[in-house]
């Protein structure tokens, strides 16, 4: 890192060691690692946070609120997508760090036909389905109150997601690629296509919300355009092409015309791992309904403040883009290599590093929490409501920064089981019995508050301790490239 940034970094590096967080020679590959993806993740996070703000200026609460119930069906895609790529990311790492690159090659062409298996329907379901999906937020005794803007609410959320469906393909292979590099260690060149791409999203849906006056659907259409530019940028370097002066590189694994087949043993690996990975991912991303119905109960100003609470933990939950994932690629490469000691250290000193870091992020989010709402809403009321939204979602991101950079750890050595498990106790056992509270007791709001706590420290807990048992170590041997040739 040239110029001043180098000796800042060796400053930081020696505080951390002599701290006891991490030490200075795992510092380095983890910071290596995990800043290009830190600011991809933000920069991915930030394009619905900067729609929302948007949506909110030019629409209003009921804008903002349609936009919520939509996002959640979005989020169904990159949970799925998330879970997918995890499976990727553990085994090229591992392949790769055998110095198995035909084998991770391989991997990757199998995690593309599972992308393209999923994306389709998901696709079709958002184009024919969209009424009955955003109409799920109007039955029940937690339909939507609210009279005119109600029914506002429920059909902005139809257009954004009727104009947001051929997204899904693209980010579901955006996601694979991204992760393809990560597992070899290149985390710059997704950086780079993925930030651009924010950048794009933001741009297009700004010229379409406010040029044209398109509202909602022109954040749909924005995120629509910018995500297929990032696929092909992305493709270009995954079949080998090089970037020129770019500073991006061809992947090391790309995928070639004599790799386009089915492979069944890594096919089945791919599966075999990411399913409770996805299935982990959904449990987190799937509990957003029931919570969405719950707000909707009290109207489309609380439905607003509990997304602009979610949305801004989820740009605080970028430093997981990083962290976790440099846990799953150091742990994986180490792994692959046969050291298990030096993974469980990176391990463990990144799984400190990330709780560090979160509760830092966490106090000055808190410091900020009204300023911070009144980017989204402008009514004193629906800001005090929204701040106080803002100020308990970054608490709660502490327990993701636990539980990512743990089930980082675990994921690099395959081990999704578990975490699954940890994910649905969190969120069903724990979060969704609290928020529904709310409806029966004068707890009312505040169970919401409760339940975005218990979904992000209870799965935190359970990961940590499974982290800490080292039974990961044995689960990994059964995907290492010593484990086929022997």
Excluded: C
Excluded at 138 to 143: D, K, M, Q, T
Excluded at 365 to 389: C, K, M, N, R, Y
């Amino acid at each position: 890192m040239p110029g001043r940034p180098a000796p800042i970094l060796e400053s930081v590096a020696s505080g951390l060691e002599r701290l006891g967080i991490i030490d200075a020679e795992r510092f380095h590959p983890t910071a290596n690692l995990a800043w290009p993806r830190i600011v991809t993740g933000f920069a991915i996070m930030s394009k619905q946070t900067a729609d929302l703000a948007m949506v909110g200026i030019a629409v209003g609460t009921a804008g903002t609120a349609g936009l919520a119930f939509a996002l959640a069906y979005w989020e169904i895609v990159v949970m799925i997508g998330l879970g997918l790529a995890g499976g990727t990311v553990s085994l090229v790492s591992q392949n790769y760090g055998g110095a198995e690159s035909e084998r991770a090659s391989l991997v990757v062409t199998q995690s593309v036909l599972l992308a393209i298996a999923f994306g389709v329907p998901l696709m079709a379901t958002f184009l024919l389905f969209a009424d009955s999906l955003i109409g799920f937020f109007a039955l029940g005794p937690g339909a939507l109150e609210g009279g005119d803007a109600a029914d506002e609410a429920l059909a902005h959320g139809v257009t954004y997601l009727v104009y947001v469906a051929p997204a899904v393909l693209f980010e579901l292979l955006n996601l694979i690629a991204s992760r393809t590099y990560t597992g070899v260690g290149d985390t710059f060149t997704e950086m780079v296509a993925r930030a651009g791409g924010a950048v794009l999203n933001i741009v297009f849906s700004a010229v379409l919300i406010f040029g044209a006056g398109m509202g909602v659907a022109g954040a749909a259409i924005g995120t629509s355009v910018s995500t297929g530019v990032v696929t092909l940028v992305l493709a270009w370097g995954m079949v080998g092409r090089s970037y020129g002066r770019l500073g991006m590189e061809p992947s090391p694994v790309p995928i070639t015309r004599a790799g386009l087949r089915l492979e069944p043993t890594l096919f089945r690996q791919v599966i075999e791992i990411s399913t409770p990975e996805i299935g982990r991912r959904l449990a987190g991303g799937l509990v957003v309904f029931p919570l969405l119905w719950i707000a909707a109960t009290f109207g489309p100003v609380v439905v607003t403040a509990l997304e602009v609470g979610r949305r801004v933990r989820s740009l605080i939950n970028s430093v997981n883009w990083g962290l976790s994932l440099a846990a799953s690629s150091l742990v994986g490469q180490h792994l692959g290599a046969n050291d298990e000691a030096e993974a469980g250290a990176y391990g463990a000193a990144i799984l400190r590093l990330s709780t560090v870091v979160y509760v830092g992020l966490a106090l000055l989010v808190v410091a900020f929490a009204d300023p911070i709402a009144s980017l989204f809403v402008t009514e004193p009321a629906h800001v005090a409501q929204a701040g106080t939204f803002v100020a308990v979602a970054a608490i709660s991101a502490v327990g993701f920064g636990i539980d990512g950079a743990a089930t980082g750890a675990l994921l690099g050595a395959g081990d999704t089981r578990l975490p699954f498990v940890a994910s649905l106790v969190g969120r069903y056992v724990f979060a969704l019995p609290v928020a529904t509270l709310g409806l029966v007791t004068p707890l009312g709001v505040a169970a919401l508050y409760l339940a975005l706590l218990l979904e992000a420290f209870v799965p935190g807990g359970i990961n940590y301790w499974l982290f800490s048992r080292g039974r990961w170590k044995v689960v990994s041997r059964r995907y290492r490239p010593s484990a086929e040739s022997g």
